[in-house]
């Protein structure tokens, strides 16, 4: 398996130069690279300087396999994979061009992203155009594009649904955070994902398994989480330990307009302080919804916690909804959403199977304590917040 080796020195004088593969001192310019990289190969790129480009990067070659998928790494100034972040940076381009196209002149890919910044496109940070695309992002951020930090656009019929982002940063993007070109598309799952500052924070289309944990969606100047939906399908929403926090409109728009249904599941998250509902049903039929909350905790919605009154019988059995007191995060203005100590979320979750060893219930939220006795022994990641 191959290494591609790529610097910021010759990237930008010319991001089509071939190097020479599995030699560091003759690197390629990243679209070369990316060009040539096949299944199980990489592409790492150097720290070295700030990439500049004024084209888009098109992935419209090789595509790698689910056992080999291509890899593209970010790496320090000496070529180590170390968690260093490489910043892409497309304020270049012009007349809509996009950063990275993943595009569907390939019926599939298959690939890996690790430690990258994409920003400043005149439109996307990342477009998802292939009919299916399997693709890992880890430790990303996608801010300040023109349009969304990462928008899907596949033809009719096809499906994005297995783009995970993990540990990434979605922010400052005029579009959304995530977006999508309509309604037949599927959503990402996102792990330990910090959502903020943008237009919608994570929009989700119908026919779509959709999952979100671990993670803080705040300050979006419209929705945190919005279910666009119009066409026929079912879309089907999980979000465990989420924080939905300050948002200008609702913390879950689930209004539909048309369409089969949707299924919602919510567990140990806090929905608080959004400009809107906590969360906006607007059902058009009793059979388009079925929600299941557990140890979910409503604070300071300005339209209330739901747009329609419901009771009990409206949940599935076991649902637990707290009209609760305030989550009292540490400093929310400057964008911490960890517990302060006295916090009522503090342990009041759903403890699930304890591991060895575990003493307490979760907490409620994004963000564990990991101090005190009881909670905190959950999901420990912390996900990426640089403010606005």
Not at 3 to 27: E, F, I, K, L, Q
Not at 291 to 312: C, E, V
Not at 337 to 361: D, M, Q, R
Not at 367 to 377: D, K, V
Request: glycine fraction near 14%; charge should be negative.
């Amino acid at each position: 398996m191959a290494v591609y080796y790529v610097d910021a020195a010759t990237s930008n004088s010319d991001p089509t130069t071939v190097g020479t593969a599995d030699d560091d001192t003759d690197p390629y310019g990243l679209q070369a690279a990316v060009d040539a990289a096949g299944a199980g190969d990489e592409v790492r790129c150097k720290n070295d300087a700030t990439y500049t480009f004024s084209d888009t990067i098109d992935f419209d070659q090789n595509a790698g396999t689910a056992a080999s998928p291509i890899i593209l790494n970010g790496s320090n100034s000496s070529w180590t994979v170390d968690g260093t972040q490489v910043t892409f940076d497309f304020s270049g381009t012009a007349g809509g061009e996009v950063g990275f196209d993943i595009q569907n002149t390939l019926s599939s890919q298959f690939r890996i992203f690790n430690h990258f910044r994409l920003t400043g496109a005149d439109s996307h940070g990342v477009v998802l155009d292939s009919h299916e695309a399997y693709l890992r992002w880890y430790n990303c951020r996608f801010d300040t594009n023109g349009g969304s930090g990462v928008y899907g656009t596949v033809d009719s019929g096809g499906i994005i649904w297995k783009a995970v982002f993990i540990d990434c940063e979605f922010d400052n993007n005029t579009g959304n955070g995530y977006g999508l070109s309509n309604d037949n598309r599927a959503g990402p799952t996102m792990i330990g994902c910090s959502v903020h500052d943008n237009t919608v924070g994570i929009e989700l289309g119908s026919k779509s398994d959709d999952m979100m944990m671990g993670c803080v969606i705040y300050d979006n100047s419209s929705h945190g989480v919005k279910v666009r939906k119009t066409e026929a399908g079912y879309c089907m929403l999980r979000a465990v330990n989420c924080t939905i926090d300050g948002n200008g409109g609702n913390g879950f728009d689930l209004a539909q307009n048309g369409g089969d249904g949707r299924a919602v599941e919510c567990v140990n998250t806090v929905i608080s302080n959004n400009g809107g509902y906590g969360i906006d049903l607007n059902t058009e039929s009793p059979h388009d919804l079925v929600m299941y909350l557990l140890n979910t905790w409503f604070y300071n919605n300005t339209g209330g916690s739901f747009s329609d009154s419901k009771s009990a019988s409206d949940f599935w059995p076991g649902s637990d909804i707290t009209t609760g007191t305030d989550p009292s995060f540490t400093n929310a203005a400057g964008d911490d959403f960890t517990l302060g100590a006295s916090s009522g979320l503090i342990a009041a979750g759903f403890p699930g199977v304890l591991p060895a060893g575990g003493t307490g219930y979760m907490d409620i939220g994004a963000l564990q304590r990991e101090a005190g006795s009881g909670g905190g022994w959950g999901f420990q990641r912390r996900p990426r917040v640089t403010g606005a």
